[in-house]
């Protein structure tokens, strides 16, 4: 099952999303109105919405509050983004110019701040206290994972250890939260509900993970991103911690130069290095390991079309190439 039939499964339900989403974003400050619409409406895969609607169909859950609660997760992603790209100094965010190129760092953080507050204004329409801990957990540590990697740019000492629970936090704290709210919506037991987080939490860090692999081998016309934009940013992600482990000592000084100075100069070496020492191979079997973990987690549920999905979601998120 490809990516565009699950949507297909769930498209009805993410025209109500989209739908809750535009008309959440109104505001009578015409600016914010601006911001928000052009980021929403930059593309993107729509996953964590999705994970919210395939993990609630999996528990029988058909009522309203599924929609509600992709949407606050789509607009708590996408606030994370407006920040993002003001932290990295970012210009290009799937192949388009980034909020903060367009309209300026100044509005980009607050209408970031602006989405946070809307979302949770809509977690206390949903009435559920378990969804307010949540979700505001998940925030907070989404916010924790953003200084650690921020603590982490321009370090070569970083250890896989410690890249890995940026993941984890920054990225894979959000997976967990959709998969997470499907089953308090569906009324799953505790160890359900403890397996579904599981499963979004392996799956977010194998799409992490494979984010990496992309920067260093992907196609710039389908990922939006140029070779190396986490390099010129000082990221030392897993591909160039594994190589500055495994190659020579002039391969690894090479790479740890690249990661303290900048980058680009010697973008073509630190490439070169990442592929001789095999450190694309390794991430991407990293990938796979969390990917199967994720799998393994939900594998006792009942057979449905909801989790024939999300098993099809995790073999997507190591084997796409966008």
Known sequence: ???????????????????????????????????????????????????????????????????????????????????????????????????????????????????????????????????????????????????????????????????????RYKTAKLFEAATRLGAILGDASRDDEEAMASYGMHLGTAFQLIDDVLDYSGDHEETGKNVGDDLAEGKPTLPLIYAIQHGSVAQATTIRRAITDDGLIELNEVVAAIKETGALRYAQQRAQQESDIACEAIRHLPHSIYKDSLLQLAAFAVTRTY
């Open 1 to 167: 099952m490809p990516l565009e039939a699950i949507q297909a499964l769930i498209g009805a339900d993410m025209k109500v999303v989209d739908r809750i989403i535009r008309e959440r974003l109104h505001s009578d400050v015409a600016l914010i109105r601006q911001v928000s619409e052009y980021i929403i409406n930059s593309g993107g895969k729509r996953l964590r919405p999705m994970l919210v609607l395939l993990s609630a169909g999996l528990f029988g859950h058909q009522g309203g509050q599924r929609h509600e609660l992709a949407a606050v997760v789509e607009l708590i992603h996408t606030a994370t983004l407006l920040h993002d790209d003001v932290v990295d100094e970012s210009e290009l965010r799937r192949g388009k110019k980034t909020a903060n190129a367009m309209f300026g760092n100044a509005a980009s953080v607050l209408v970031g701040d602006f989405l946070y507050s809307r979302s949770f204004q809509m977690m206390v329409d949903v009435g559920l206290m378990r969804v307010m801990e949540v979700l505001s957990e998940a925030t907070n540590i989404i916010a924790e994972g953003e200084v650690l990697q921020l603590l982490n740019v321009h370090d070569a000492d970083i250890t896989e250890e410690r890249y890995l629970q940026v993941i």
